[in-house]
């Protein structure tokens, strides 16, 4: 196998993990959080912490009794402005040590311009504000969204009078409760400013690919092999869209625009915080990773996804350890790398990798069977983190580029919770010893970096990706992930969930960064792109998606509220949204295009009290059948095979009605 996949050089890798590696900025070895009654209870406009501050004269005028919230268990207070009319965003997010088990953010209306609210949670929709997350509910006046390990709760809207809100995490004994005062006044963290950018220039094809009402669809990610296109997403049941059964879909497009597809029963018992599954691709082989309750899974194809002939049980949960967001690529020479966090109720967190090599071929010289090493920890963090999804690139000549990150959630003295994220960057070159470098460390709520690479060995070029205070930064290593150079981005701190694409064109490197920002009527995706990355032209900055924010009251009156149960038909109230739902894109190089498919999420507020739509199950149901690397010798890419047919089982055809519109868009 590949020299830098060997344990014995991983050990090295290892060891410098746990001395803080390269790159200088920090140590990743901070202890856990103590034990504490509270759960940890973040509020967060884009990835920046907001300030709580002391209890304030106005918190005991709100009547908390008739929510069953006694006074005392409020641990923090926070007086947000907003300008009357003007949208704005944030959200609540909080764990469970260990990143497992049943965890709750749960939303109630405390006051409406100092009156108490008549009614239940419909009041807030009647306010202006629309909350949105998985596995939401209600319970009695409350809104919760439920999660397995991590729970979060977006909020946007607009207001024209002060509003209070209670918000409350349930992390199993542990709990938090806040008190949160939105009121009329100057533009604050949490308003959003117009967007702008120029349509993307290039496209060449735009489609929807596939429609559902389910609130379990979502979490989309993309391969691309010869000229079929592979996407892997969370879907419910067709059925009944308010079932809490999930499965994992698979869906093809090819040239023609023909979408085919398959699917597995899912039994995570998450509703959509985690993207717990990957694929990757060459030419005849998918392979399909998948963070499971108890093991790491991975699916070989061998037919371009009609069959899965091998199953391997990469790592298998022992001593009360989760996985966690596992990633899987490909090299040019079919050596396949799969990473995955393992994170444990108490002691270490570790990041492994589990390296792959075909062990047989068919007469065309495609693989019909892999070997795989035992588990290797790429890095270990002592005490208790939240991971973030991993970044996987391999060079033409066989190096692995891993971009990682952690958020570790420290208690503070006046109860307020510290929340600090490192990005960091691992190289396994081909030839040579291994290094981890420390990107940058920041008091942030992280979520997502990204990895492109050109050139290889001491000639490779490192492009990573990540989030810091002033939102999406890219950063770029010129000697082969050792040191970074500055920072550049949008400088939008709503921006997340960054995707680096870089391809090499008559000796430019031209540069895609992709990200998420939140608008004022929802969230979009952008872009910026440069043409020749080390030229004198800044980039130029395109608006990819266009969310929506429309009074309810302005639908066609016979028009289903999407997600419902039965037929419900929109009250003459409130507010729809249409944008691209959480963790709700992925994006790959296909030669000289750019290939983006994304989730686009419509849902009113008063969705949430449509009435029976979400159920107190989670988990899969009973019963219910499925919806439809050597360093000696030098790299040598594989030759492509004939390519087999792949899915062929037919879709339903996208209904424009329905809550999720999966689309594709490429470009060049």
Same mark, same amino acid.
């Given at each position: 196998m590949n020299s830098a996949l060997r344990p014995a050089v991983l050990a090295v890798l290892l060891l410098a993990g746990c001395s803080g590696g390269g790159g200088g900025g920090g140590d990743g070895n901070r202890p856990a959080a103590p034990d504490a009654a509270a759960a940890p209870l973040v509020l967060a406009a884009g990835v920046t912490a907001l300030p709580s501050g002391p209890e304030p004269p106005w918190a005991s005028a709100v009547d908390l009794a008739r929510l069953g919230v006694d006074p005392s268990e409020v641990d923090a207070w926070y007086d947000l402005t907003t300008p009357a009319g003007e949208p704005f965003q944030f959200e609540?997010?909080?764990?469970?040590?260990?990143?497992?088990?049943?965890?709750?953010?749960?939303?109630?209306?405390?006051?409406?311009?100092?009156?108490?609210?008549?009614?239940?949670?419909?009041?807030?929709?009647?306010?202006?504000?629309?909350?949105?997350?998985?596995?939401?509910?209600?319970?009695?006046?409350?809104?919760e969204a439920r999660g397995d390990g991590f729970g979060r709760l977006g909020l946007r809207g607009s207001i024209d009078r002060p509003q209070v809100l209670v918000l409350r995490s349930e992390a199993g004994k542990r709990?938090?409760?806040?008190?949160?005062?939105?009121?009329?006044?100057?533009?604050?963290?949490?308003?959003?400013?117009?967007?702008g950018g120029a349509d993307v220039p290039g496209v060449t094809d735009a489609r929807t690919l596939y429609s559902s009402d389910s609130?379990?669809?979502?979490?989309?990610?993309?391969?691309?092999?010869?000229?079929?296109?592979?996407?892997?997403?969370?879907?419910?049941?067709?059925?009944?869209p308010t079932r809490y059964q999930r499965y994992e879909m698979r869906l093809q497009v090819d040239g023609a625009g023909t979408v085919t597809g398959g699917a597995s029963e899912e039994a995570s018992?998450?509703?959509?915080?985690?993207?717990?599954?990957?694929?990757?691709?060459?030419?005849?082989?998918?392979?399909?990773?998948?963070?499971?309750?108890?093991?790491?899974d991975l699916r070989l194809s061998f037919d371009r996804g009609a069959t899965f002939a091998q199953t391997v049980v990469l790592d298998r949960a022992a001593g009360g350890w989760t996985p966690?967001?596992?990633?899987?690529?490909?090299?040019?020479?079919?050596?396949?790398?799969?990473?995955?966090?393992?994170?444990?109720?108490?002691?270490?967190?570790?990041?492994?990798?589990?390296?792959?090599?075909p062990a047989a071929f068919d007469g065309g010289g495609s693989p019909t069977r892999f070997a795989f090493d035992d588990p290797v920890t790429l890095r270990r963090v002592e005490g208790d983190v939240t991971p973030l999804l991993t970044g996987l690139a391999w060079s033409?000549?066989?190096?692995?580029?891993?971009?990682?990150?952690?958020?570790?959630?420290?208690?503070?003295?006046?109860?307020?919770?510290?929340?600090?994220?490192?990005?960091?960057?691992?190289?396994?070159?081909?030839?040579?010893?291994?290094?981890?470098?420390?990107?940058?460390?920041?008091e942030i709520v992280g979520k997502d970096p990204s990895v492109a690479v050109t050139g290889s060995g001491d000639a490779l070029r490192v492009f990573f990706a990540y989030e810091a205070a002033d939102g999406v930064r890219?950063?770029?290593? #010129?000697? @082969? /992930?050792?040191?970074? &150079? *500055?920072?550049? =981005?949008? $400088?939008?701190?709503?921006?997340?969930?960054?995707?680096?694409?870089?391809?090499?064109?008559?000796?430019?490197?031209k540069v895609d960064l992709l990200f998420l920002a939140q608008g004022p009527e929802g969230s979009e995706i952008h872009l910026l792109r440069w043409e020749d990355f080390d030229g004198a032209a800044p980039p130029t900055a395109h608006r990819v998606t266009r969310a929506s924010m429309t009074a309810t009251a302005d639908a066609p009156p016979d028009r289903k509220v999407p997600?419902?149960?039965?037929?419900?038909?929109?009250?003459?109230?409130?507010?729809?949204?249409?944008?691209?739902?959480?963790?709700?894109?992925?994006?790959?190089?296909?030669?000289?295009?750019?290939?983006?498919?994304?989730?686009?999420?419509?849902?009113?507020?008063?969705?949430?009290?449509?009435? #029976?739509? @979400? /159920?107190?199950?989670? &988990? *899969?149901?009973? =019963?219910? $059948?499925?919806?439809f690397l050597d360093g000696e010798g030098g790299f040598v890419p594989a030759e492509p095979p004939p390519l087999a047919p792949g899915l062929r089982s037919p879709v339903p055809a996208p209904d424009p009605e329905q809550m999720h519109q999966l689309k594709l868009l490429r470009w060049r």
């Open positions: 609540a997010v909080s764990r469970r040590p260990g990143n497992a088990g049943a965890v709750t953010v749960g939303l109630a209306h405390g006051s409406d311009d100092g009156l108490v609210p008549a009614g239940g949670p419909s009041t807030i929709a009647a306010a202006g504000i629309v909350p949105s997350g998985s596995g939401a509910l209600l319970r009695d006046a409350w809104i709990r938090s409760t806040a008190l949160v005062r939105l009121s009329i006044g100057p533009e604050s963290d949490i308003n959003l400013a117009a967007r609130w379990m669809f979502g979490l989309p990610t993309a391969a691309v092999s010869g000229d079929r296109v592979t996407v892997l997403a969370y879907e419910g049941d067709r059925a009944d018992p998450d509703s959509g915080n985690w993207r717990d599954h990957e694929v990757a691709a060459l030419f005849n082989t998918l392979a399909l990773v998948h963070s499971g309750t108890e093991t790491v966690r967001l596992a990633q899987v690529a490909f090299a040019a020479d079919y050596t396949l790398a799969a990473v995955f966090w393992k994170t444990p109720r108490e002691g270490a967190t570790d990041l492994v990798l589990v390296a792959g090599r033409g000549g066989g190096d692995l580029v891993v971009g990682y990150g952690f958020t570790s959630f420290e208690s503070l003295p006046d109860a307020r919770w510290r929340s600090l994220t490192q990005n960091r960057c691992a190289v396994l070159p081909f030839a040579g010893e291994p290094r981890d470098t420390l990107v940058e460390e920041e890219l950063r770029v290593s #010129g000697d @082969a /992930g050792r040191t970074f &150079g *500055p920072p550049v =981005g949008p $400088g939008d701190a709503t921006t997340s969930f960054p995707t680096v694409l870089v391809r090499e064109a008559g000796g430019a490197a997600g419902a149960p039965l037929d419900a038909i929109l009250p003459e109230g409130g507010l729809r949204v249409t944008e691209v739902s959480w963790f709700g894109y992925d994006a790959v190089v296909d030669g000289e295009d750019v290939v983006l498919v994304y989730d686009e999420q419509t849902y009113d507020a008063w969705t949430w009290c449509g009435g #029976g739509w @979400a /159920g107190e199950r989670m &988990g *899969p149901a009973a =019963g219910g $059948g499925v919806v």
